[in-house]
């Protein structure tokens, strides 16, 4: 690749209609200036000049190199831009993107056209500012983002408090904390840090303060009008990502032109996609890019509306390298040739006909769940669903005869049952599993309900204990073959740690068997797939070169007190952005920078009451005289009635502390 044949400017100052400027980076041809190109727009708080800088450098290079200008900015408040961040996806920052737009439009080497694109942060707002209709913006490409930030984000899953909503809270409170680097801002640089720092909140209690589906989750999710979005959408994700089922719902959803693809993928990149296999992603971008942008006949929009990975069967692994499968296609979505086979819930079998109606009652220890991975993958190690016979064996199973033929699953399993609760506030966990010949339990699919939310996320309401409620679960899509010689396994709880907050109290749960059914997906064989245009090899432009100066391991340990019945989950490790790298070094900005995490997750198994959950992070950035460090170390407990939030940050200037901030917040808990 030709380097030589674009310009990177390391920083653009980009004016708002209030007199802000962002901080962004630009790459472009050479002659965009004399030939106007189409923009390419990605707006994240990570940080552009240092956390991103090997991340952001293949792609936008590579997008200069295909014929465009590539803008990567600075939220307000982030990086080295100036102002202040309060919370994500707010209207200023929405405003803030138009008006980058405006500006991109604007420019001499811009040809008028503007698309914008990103993943997760970046996925969610490209689809939110598309909403809003700016005139330049042209296409979006949005990547393991949703179209419901209440359904599908990193806070809350079927009404239930995950425990990401602690962990990226956490994260954030000390991302957005962070200085601007001086050599780009000026000597202003410790005033807007001063200024970042009096303005952090604990974005985890924030969060923990909308339990329900109100209009703070509303603003910003899509999916409330859908027919708002009028520009082409490719929607990009991966069945090892936590945000895969939006894709199936904005296919649907939308009325605009659009495309989905589901790799194998966890939360990534798929041209860096891990589990592989990954693929020439940049190369399809630049198809879709060139067909909206440039007005070019590249045949992406004779692609098939969805193609997806259906991933062959494996044993649990902590982590895979690659997913055995293949690539299917449907032409629509929801697609009129997926078949429902229906299995009842009988006596410990899912079967293809009813049997006699029974009733039985159970109870999950609250340690049940530590073998369930991450709630999204990132790729890193240790962060996939275990072997779940150690969880099958809390929960109500139910399962089918051996398979005497292959079963391909495409879409999202339905569970629809009778249950009843001895308490007002019960959750009900379902995992569907795929078990081999040897035993061996791999989760495959899984919901999550609390049942307060039976009927509605708007306005839940308390069970009342004895009586019996019909519920219906929609368990997350998937793409996924069983083998002749295993059988599917239904596992029932009533809670699932550390994934999601406990209820109040001890529960039991009862469920009438016989009357309750899951409804498979089933996708029967197509000759179209061996039609599918094969996607090109991985390609993308050189990067910074980073060098590691410290290596720390990630660790993931599990610990019981067999006399205490203390669980006890720690998970130490880097940030994953260098490599396992807790310290590392960009030579082209002579800058050291450096992050590590400890997190811990502490329950006992007969106490909801217990549970716990404790991050310490660290973050550096170090040049000759100059170091900076932020600490931050964040907790949660509950009682019955309400979360207790503390959380600290300080701030060092050369070891010197510069200011800190304390939180405490009692959060009250309703139906929570």
């Not at 550390?498 to 016989?514: H, K």
Request: glycine letters at 8%.
């Amino acid at each position: 690749m030709d380097l030589a044949s674009i310009e990177e400017i390391e920083n653009v100052w980009i004016p708002m209609r209030d007199g802000v400027r962002l901080a962004a980076r630009l790459w472009l041809p050479r002659d965009a200036r004399t030939n106007p190109v189409p923009a390419i727009f990605e707006f994240i708080p990570y940080r552009k000049r240092d956390f991103m800088r090997s991340r952001d450098e293949p792609m936008h290079r590579f997008y200069a190199l295909s014929g465009y200008v590539s803008i990567r900015a600075d939220l307000r408040g982030s990086g080295d831009s100036e102002g202040v961040m309060s919370d994500e996806y707010t209207l200023q920052e929405l405003e803030d993107a138009m008006d980058v737009i405006a500006w991109a439009a604007a420019q001499d080497w811009c040809s008028g056209a503007v698309g914008m694109t990103g993943i997760s942060w970046g996925g969610f707002n490209a689809l939110q500012v598309a909403a809003m209709r700016p005139p330049a913006l042209k296409a979006i490409l949005t990547l393991c983002a949703a179209d419901d930030r209440y359904a599908d984000d990193a806070h809350y899953k079927g009404g239930c408090l995950l425990n990401e909503n602690m962990q990226w809270g956490s994260i954030l409170s000390l991302y957005n904390a962070l200085p601007p680097d001086p050599q780009v801002h000026g000597e202003s640089w410790r005033d807007a840090w001063l200024a970042r720092i009096e303005a952090a909140e604990p974005s985890p209690a924030v969060w923990m303060e909308h339990p329900h589906r109100d209009e703070y989750w509303q603003h910003g999710s899509v999916c409330e009008d859908y027919s708002a979005i009028e520009c082409p959408v490719f929607a990009v994700g991966g069945w090892a990502d936590g945000y895969s089922n939006a894709i199936p719902r904005l296919l649907e959803g939308l009325s605009a032109p659009r495309l989905g693809l589901i790799g194998p993928w966890a939360h990534t990149f798929p041209h860096d996609g891990v589990p592989g296999p990954s693929i020439g992603y940049l190369q399809e971008a630049v198809r879709w890019w060139d067909h909206w942008l440039k007005g070019h006949d590249t045949g992406i929009m004779d692609e098939p509306m969805l193609r997806a990975w259906i991933q062959e069967s494996l044993p649990p692994a902590p982590q895979y390298e690659t997913r055995p499968g293949r690539w299917v296609a449907e032409s629509a979505w929801p697609s009129p040739r997926i078949e429902r086979q229906r299995l009842w819930l009988n006596w410990g079998h899912l079967a293809e006909e009813p049997g006699e109606i029974d009733e039985i009652a159970f109870s999950s220890p609250h340690t049940l769940g530590v073998r369930a991975g991450e709630w999204c993958g990132f790729g890193a190690d240790g962060e996939a669903p275990r072997d779940q016979r150690a969880d099958d064996g809390g929960s109500l199973v139910f399962d089918t005869d051996i398979l005497t033929e292959r079963l391909e699953l495409l879409g999202a399993p339905e569970l629809e049952l009778e249950v009843a609760a001895d308490k007002p506030v019960a959750f009900l966990v379902a995992r569907l599993c795929d078990v081999g010949p040897d035993g061996a339990s791999s989760r495959i699919s899984y919901a999550i309900l609390n049942l307060c939310h039976r009927d509605s996320h708007e306005t839940p309401a308390p069970l009342e204990p004895g009586a019996w409620y019909r519920v219906k679960l929609k368990l997350d899509d998937l793409g996924q073959a069983i083998p002749v010689g295993h059988r599917l396994r239904l596992g029932l709880s009533t809670g699932y740690w550390p994934m999601i907050w406990p209820a109040p109290e001890p529960v039991s749960l009862s469920v009438r068997l016989g009357t309750g059914h899951l409804d498979l997906p089933v996708r029967p064989p197509s000759d179209a797939d061996a039609a599918i245009r094969p996607f090109e090899p991985p390609l993308a432009a050189p990067g910074s070169k980073t060098r590691k100066l410290y290596h720390l391991p990630m660790r993931r340990t599990v610990e019981i007190d067999l006399t205490t019945n203390e669980m006890i989950y720690t998970l130490k490790g880097d940030g994953g952005e260098f490599g396992g790298a807790s310290l590392a070094r960009i030579e082209e900005i002579d800058l050291d920078l450096g992050y590590q995490m400890l997190k811990r997750y502490r329950i006992l198994e007969d106490d909801p009451l217990s549970a716990q959950t404790e991050l310490s992070q660290t973050a550096i950035l170090k040049r000759d005289g100059w170091t900076v460090r932020l600490e931050c170390r964040t907790r949660l407990t509950a009682t019955v009635d309400a979360f207790q939030f503390t959380g600290d940050l300080e701030a060092f200037e050369n070891d010197v502390p510069v200011g800190a901030r304390h939180w405490t917040r009692a959060v009250p808990r309703k139906l929570l």
